[in-house]
T-cell receptor, first 112, second 111 residues
Framework: DVKVTQSSRYLVKRTGEKVFLECVQD?????MFWYRQDPGLGLRLIYF???????EKGDIPEGYSVSREKKERFSLILESASTNQTSMYLC???????????FGPGTRLTVT | QKEVEQNSGPLSVPEGAIASLNCTYS??????FFWYRQYSGKSPELIMF????GDKEDGRFTAQLNKASQYVSLLIRDSQPSDSATYLC???????????FGGGTRVLVKP
């Protein structure tokens, strides 16, 4: 079974802090994705990566950056957290030739 | 116009009945289609995928795809209270492995 893990289930940070969210997959997937999910707005793609050290902007990249130094690990960085970044953050991965994405358990981030 | 559209619901069905969920998409070049189930407070879980026109069955779930009409549907037979969740439709377009998600349909199965 595909396993995608995320570093924290719940996280509380203060405005202005730098926040790191980590995601690890164990299926040797090429593609990794970061989404946020908010009530009424659905799943929105922040960034994705097709390969190590490669990244592409999704629909809402502002205020975020990412890092992919190893194939199995994809990190989302909030350089200076703001209250409007309070959300559920979901990481997903997929293989190069298949479209199905497998999600991690999510991190519920609260910025106060 | 949203690229992937779903009725937000809630779709209320009695236990044992068939739940029918629909999804329409705008990109005619879309190749692959997925259904995810998401319980409240949890992450989406893949339950079905379909690539070709027609029906695909997996247990109590049947996915139906009609590329000419640009819709994909999910049938849940013998609905159980544990099927109460939000169901997300996702579409893989012609460009790469990004998925576009619909807003989800909330399903309530009443005993």
């Amino acid at each position: 079974d595909v396993k995608v893990t995320q570093s924290s289930r719940y996280l509380v940070k203060r405005t202005g802090e730098k926040v790191f969210l980590e995601c690890v997959q164990d299926m040797d997937h090429e593609n990794m994705f970061w989404y946020r999910q908010d009530p009424g707005l659905g799943l929105r793609l922040i960034y994705f990566s097709y390969d190590v050290k490669m990244k592409e902007k999704g629909d809402i990249p502002e205020g975020y950056s990412v890092s992919r130094e190893k194939k199995e690990r994809f990190s989302l960085i909030l350089e200076s957290a703001s209250t409007n970044q309070t959300s559920m953050y979901l990481c997903a991965s997929s293989g190069a030739s298949t479209g199905e994405q497998y999600f991690g358990p999510g991190t519920r981030l609260t910025v106060t | 116009q949203k690229e992937v559209e779903q009725n937000s619901g809630p779709l209320s069905v009695p236990e044992g009945a068939i739940a029918s969920l629909n999804c329409t998409y705008s990109d005619r070049g879309s190749q692959s289609f997925f259904w995810y189930r998401q319980y409240s407070g949890k992450s989406p879980e893949l339950i079905m995928f379909i690539y070709s026109n027609g029906d695909k069955e997996d247990g109590r779930f049947t996915a139906q795809l009609n590329k000419a009409s640009q819709y994909v549907s999910l049938l849940i037979r013998d609905s159980q209270p544990s099927d109460s969740a939000t169901y997300l439709c996702a579409v893989n377009g012609a460009a790469g492995n990004k998925l576009t998600f619909g807003g989800g349909t909330r399903v309530l199965v009443k005993p």
